[in-house]
């Protein structure tokens, strides 16, 4: 008979300290995680001490800029984070059922998308749902999810990665579009070429630059450098700047939906868009179970999809032969100086 030999006893590991760690590792810095929890730096700094003391580990390597894992301690840390994520949800489970849609639901998305299109729809969702309280996330800054105090982020693009839990919201593209205003004082380009004396609107998104735009033309993809004046990295401001007649954007079709269908932008060369840029909600670790997680895609998938079908180029071009379309709204003069074009870059 083979007798095994027990594993050494461990004391009792303290919650905190745990999820603590976890915030230190997808942070990089016991200050920025300790923030969160309100705790002094030097009190997270003991309670990983500490945590490091009961495991007879070190789960950290030190250096003046950042703290990474070291490999025993990314092993440990990544059981950690999915006991964690279990004991979580049967704790949820205990005190609401998974029928039950209430809780906080942080939710992540851009800045045009979460204004615009997301704002109404979500005030709709919140008085299904009263007992839900909502904890909006919006910036342009995209990052990892594990680093962002959200439960799900709703992104434009493919999954960035085959291990993220996603479930699609609506097919997507991005497309050009200029206000009438700007269309007739320079004119409307009528082939991919003539976008090059045009006046674009850059739109820095990750690591994507603005001022070059990738688009699909007859099944081929062609780089196109317009001349610019305005860059940002906010896609509220790039569609702003459309409006008031700064030049041609590159914009995704879920955000200029309205504006597209009350004539305050129009598309130009139609035909051509980017790559497919599809809508995806991405969810946080143990997070896609949750009554509120899935009532939400529940909620989102079929409006969203409505809005991305109400301006395909077939739906444009039906209005535009029907003449249903809304009549554009007159926007303000603006001054002189607005509307000059700049001097080739």
């Given at each position: 008979?083979?007798?095994?030999?027990?594993?050494?006893a461990?004391?009792?590991?303290?919650?905190?300290?745990?999820?603590?760690?976890?915030?230190?590792?997808?942070?990089?810095s016991?200050?920025?995680?300790?923030?969160?929890?309100?705790?002094?730096?030097?009190?997270?700094?003991?309670?990983?001490?500490?945590?490091?003391?009961?495991?007879?580990?070190?789960?950290?390597?030190?250096?003046?800029?950042?703290?990474?894992?070291?490999?025993?301690?990314?092993?440990?840390?990544?059981?950690?984070?999915?006991?964690?994520?279990?004991?979580?949800?049967?704790?949820?489970?205990?005190?609401?059922?998974?029928?039950?849609?209430?809780?906080?639901?942080?939710?992540?998305?851009?800045?045009?998308?979460?204004?615009?299109?997301?704002?109404?729809?979500?005030?709709?969702?919140?008085?299904?749902?009263?007992?839900?309280?909502?904890?909006?996330?919006?910036?342009?800054?995209?990052?990892?999810?594990?680093?962002?105090?959200?439960?799900?982020?709703?992104?434009?693009?493919?999954?960035?990665?085959?291990?993220?839990?996603?479930?699609?919201?609506?097919?997507?593209t991005?497309?050009?579009?200029?206000?009438?205003?700007?269309?007739?004082?320079?004119g409307?380009p009528?082939s991919?070429?003539?976008?090059?004396?045009?006046?674009?609107?850059?739109?820095?998104?990750?690591?994507?630059?603005?001022?070059?735009?990738?688009?699909?033309?007859?099944g081929?993809?062609?780089?196109?450098?317009?001349?610019?004046?305005?860059?940002?990295?906010?896609?509220?401001?790039?569609?702003?700047w459309?409006?008031?007649?700064?030049?041609?954007?590159?914009?995704?079709?879920?955000?200029?939906?309205?504006?597209?269908?009350?004539?305050?932008?129009?598309?130009?060369?139609?035909?051509?868009?980017?790559?497919?840029?599809?809508?995806?909600?991405?969810?946080?670790?143990?997070?896609?179970?949750?009554?509120?997680?899935?009532?939400?895609?529940?909620?989102?998938?079929?409006?969203?999809?409505?809005?991305?079908?109400?301006?395909?180029?077939?739906?444009?071009?039906r209005?535009?032969?029907?003449?249903?379309?809304?009549?554009?709204?007159?926007?303000?003069?603006?001054?002189?100086?607005?509307?000059?074009?700049?001097?080739?870059?």
């Open positions: 008979m083979v007798r095994r030999s027990a594993l050494p461990l004391p009792p590991l303290e919650l905190p300290s745990l999820r603590l760690a976890l915030r230190v590792a997808e942070l990089g016991v200050a920025a995680a300790a923030r969160e929890v309100d705790w002094l730096p030097a009190t997270a700094t003991a309670a990983i001490r500490r945590l490091e003391a009961q495991l007879g580990a070190t789960l950290f390597t030190r250096s003046t800029r950042a703290l990474k894992p070291t490999p025993e301690g990314q092993l440990f840390l990544e059981r950690t984070r999915h006991a964690l994520a279990l004991l979580d949800q049967g704790t949820a489970e205990l005190h609401a059922p998974l029928s039950q849609v209430r809780g906080t639901l942080r939710l992540a998305v851009s800045v045009d998308l979460g204004l615009t299109v997301l704002r109404p729809l979500l005030d709709e969702f919140l008085a299904a749902h009263p007992a839900l309280q909502l904890d909006m996330q919006v910036s342009d800054r995209l990052s990892d999810i594990g680093r962002e105090p959200a439960d799900a982020a709703l992104r434009y693009g493919p999954p960035a990665s085959g291990e993220q839990i996603v479930r699609p919201m609506a097919d997507n991005a497309v050009l579009v200029a206000s009438p205003a700007y269309l007739a004082r320079a409307t009528r991919v070429a003539e976008l090059s004396t045009h006046t674009g609107i850059a739109l820095r998104l990750a690591s994507r630059p603005g001022q070059l735009w990738s688009l699909r033309v007859h081929d993809t062609v780089q196109v450098q317009p001349r610019w004046q305005r860059a940002a990295d906010n896609g509220l401001l790039a569609r702003l459309a409006l008031d007649g700064h030049g041609i954007a590159l914009k995704s079709r879920l955000d200029v939906a309205d504006d597209l269908l009350a004539g305050r932008l129009v598309r130009v060369l139609p035909g051509v868009q980017s790559a497919d840029y599809p809508l995806h909600l991405v969810f946080a670790r143990g997070t896609h179970l949750s009554a509120r997680m899935r009532a939400l895609a529940d909620f989102l998938r079929p409006r969203l999809q409505a809005r991305a079908a109400s301006v395909t180029d077939e739906a444009l071009a209005l535009a032969v029907d003449g249903a379309g809304p009549a554009p709204r007159r926007r303000p003069p603006q001054p002189r100086a607005a509307t000059a074009r700049p001097a080739s870059a």
